[in-house]
């Protein structure tokens, strides 16, 4: 599944391609792509002739504004535009010259005025969008948005906030690592990696980490994440851009799925194990 880097890659790639993107025609083919109320007849006839315009990502969400005209400044709000990935959802542009034909996995397919098109994959059909209108707050529609701790990045996610809402817990700090209300847009890889970083062994019980490791962890979080970002995301998924193209982190992991390989620090074999249904790498000597 995507998680924050690659979901945040796929927002800078829709910012881009779709600056001065005015949505001419849609075609929806998989009517379980679209998850707002009215299903995907609403959802198109919301969203033609809308201008998209700046992209924000909420943990491992997506959602455009829309408006009625090309300046944001001076149009009215047509809504906003909701995009979750889910496992195997990504986007591809293809532009006028491209190859038409899509690919089996096409769920929804949209053109600008000049025919370049916008395609939206997804294998496993598990990806979804939304139309909200514009009088009502993302939440109300999006509903998985309410349910989202702090970003990692934000000034709220530290070590105070931390010890307040592990303390007495007794599951893992792998598990808790994986809670999106705890901490948005962290998935496997990243929580294997940042543990990895702090040198805390991903068994422990969260409550029993002191401060200084929580900030540790916190620091390290977003130090794995922002590299991953400037990495295009990794490449251990199906993860692609919006070129088609996968991320460059996988070659920089220290333990996610480096089994049995030795430790880049100090040579002891990375282990395996399952924690809360997942796969979980780490290095039993560094992480303690």
Not at 177 to 199: K, M, R
């Amino acid at each position: 599944m995507p998680e924050l880097p690659e979901v945040e890659t796929v927002r800078r790639g829709l910012a881009d391609r779709l600056s001065h993107f005015r949505i001419h025609d849609i075609e929806i083919l998989r009517e379980r792509a679209i998850a707002s109320p009215g299903g995907s007849s609403v959802f198109s006839d919301a969203l033609t002739g809308a201008w998209v315009g700046s992209w924000h990502r909420r943990g491992k969400y997506l959602y455009a504004e829309l408006n009625e005209h090309e300046a944001e400044s001076t149009g009215a709000s047509r809504g906003l535009w909701g995009v979750h990935l889910r496992m195997t959802g990504q986007f591809l542009w293809v532009d006028q010259e491209g190859d038409q034909t899509p690919c089996r996995h096409t769920r929804v397919r949209i053109w600008d005025p000049h025919g370049n098109e916008l395609r939206f994959i997804d294998m496993r059909s598990f990806g979804e969008m939304w139309w909200v209108p514009p009088s009502q707050a993302p939440e109300t529609v999006i509903t998985g948005l309410k349910k989202l701790g702090p970003e990692p990045f934000s000034d709220s996610f530290n070590a105070n906030y931390l010890q307040r809402k592990l303390k007495g817990s007794s599951r893992s700090i792998k598990a808790a690592l994986l809670d999106q209300a705890l901490v948005a847009g962290a998935g496997n890889i990243y929580a294997d990696e940042s543990l990895f970083e702090a040198g805390i062994a991903p068994h422990t019980p969260a409550g029993q980490l002191k401060r200084d490791q929580l900030q540790r962890l916190r620091d390290a979080l977003v130090s794995v994440l922002e590299r991953s970002i400037g990495a295009g995301g990794t490449t251990f998924s199906d993860f692609r851009d919006l070129e088609g193209v996968n991320g460059n982190y996988g070659g920089q992991a220290s333990v996610y799925r480096r089994t049995g390989q030795p430790c880049l620090i100090c040579g002891t074999a990375i282990q395996r194990d399952k924690l809360v249904g997942r796969s979980t790498h780490w290095c039993p000597k560094c992480q303690h």
